[in-house]
């Protein structure tokens, strides 16, 4: 990794041991006074990560950056707010209706993962790794077990795993694979339904059929073991759930309304409003008709993509690398600059459009 990444996690200070014996810290940037989570680990996939910090994966936390040293690998990941699956089964406070959302989002996950090219298994899956959102919404975590799957290997070359959770591949009887998780999911399957009541001949089926020691006798994938639990007689109302898949509409949700906080969504709709009617109203001088109303609208789509870019709407900040860093100046920096390619390209954009009018 280039030096620059180790001098960005060296911002973050620790302010708090979560789990000392597995070296998992609460950190908080020094300058934008972010909290987060630092790992170091001593096992772990160095190609995951890398993939996994250049391809956000819905329902699991952005790695924000990593540096590895001395076969050590140092994590710097998203702090997810919530309660572990682990507390909630302890605690028996799941409903039916939960159990079938929370395996609606972890399927989700799956399928993202092992949809990339090769296949990533997480192989740790267990209620402990599973953080349940204010939202309720089921987040994956801890990916130091997993690995990409290989056609060329029969079995795992290092055994890893949690006991319970692990599929009996994981103990050297073959090779981890999708099978591997949906093991694991059909063990989480069964605890939940063990505390929200629900033990009916359909949902027991799903936990068998995922939990078969030959992982050739388990469901083929997550999409399959998904649609026999959309398929059980217990399932709530269909509606409730996107059943699309791992598409995530709330991320198209504009600047000031994703926090769902009142005041926030006042004044975004205020200032939504404002720049709407001054764009659309404004006057230029000698500029009429067409003309008048092109750079109007260039006007409007300008502010609005500046607004993109100082809040990282749609991960906009990506296209500029200076974005990417941590210490402060330097990612205003890269703010400015993407504004000014932003608006540059847009003057020339509306140059060429009013003079096409113009000739017609």
């Known amino acids: 990794m280039d030096i620059n990444h180790r001098l960005a996690i060296s911002y973050y200070k620790t302010i708090a041991v979560i789990n000392e014996p597995h070296h998992i810290y609460l950190v ?44 050590k690998l140092t994590v710097i990941e998203e702090y997810i707010s919530g309660v572990s699956l682990q507390d909630k089964i302890n605690n028996t406070e799941i409903s039916i209706s939960a159990l079938y959302s929370y395996m609606h989002d972890l399927c989700n996950i799956l399928k993202q993962l092992h ?22 919404k089921a987040v994956l975590l801890d990916f130091n077990a997993a690995k990409y799957y290989s056609t ?42 063990d505390v929200s009541d629900c033990h009916t001949a359909s949902i027991d089926n799903v936990i068998a059929k995922s939990t078969q020691m030959n992982p050739s006798e388990r469901y083929k994938n997550i999409n399959e073991l998904q649609e026999a639990l959309l398929s059980t007689n217990e399932f709530p109302d269909k509606t409730s759930l996107n059943l ?35 764009s659309l109203s404004m006057k230029v001088k000698d500029t009429y008709g067409v003309s008048l109303w092109i750079e109007r609208v260039t006007a409007l789509v300008m502010l609005l993509l500046i607004i993109a870019s100082a809040f990282n709407y749609l991960n906009i900040q990506k296209l500029m690398p200076l974005c990417n860093y941590e210490k402060k100046s330097i990612h205003i920096l890269g703010i400015i600059l993407l504004d000014v390619i932003i608006v540059f390209g847009l003057v020339i954009i509306m140059t060429i459009i009013e003079s096409f009018c113009t000739s017609v």
């Open 115 to 136: 949809s990339c090219n090769p296949a990533i298994i997480h192989r740790d899956i267990k209620p402990s790794n599973i953080i349940i959102t204010s939202y309720n």
């Open 28 to 71: 908080q940037h020094q300058e934008t006074k972010n909290i987060a989570i630092k790992k170091v680990l001593d096992i772990y996939n160095i190609d995951v990560y890398n993939y996994l910090y250049n391809n956000h994966i819905t329902g699991t936390p952005k790695i924000i950056n990593y540096y590895e040293e001395d076969n």
């Open 244 to 278: 699309k898949g791992n598409r995530n509409y709330t991320k198209y949700i504009p600047p000031g309304f994703r926090s769902k906080t009142p005041w926030k969504i006042l004044l975004a709709a205020i200032s939504y409003i404002a720049i709407i009617w001054l």
């Open 152 to 193: 060329e290997k029969n079995v795992d070359t290092i055994l890893l795993g949690t006991q319970g959770y692990a599929a009996p591949e994981q103990y050297g009887f073959g090779q981890s694979s999708a099978q591997t998780d949906i093991y694991s999911l059909g063990i989480i399957l069964k605890e939940i339904a």
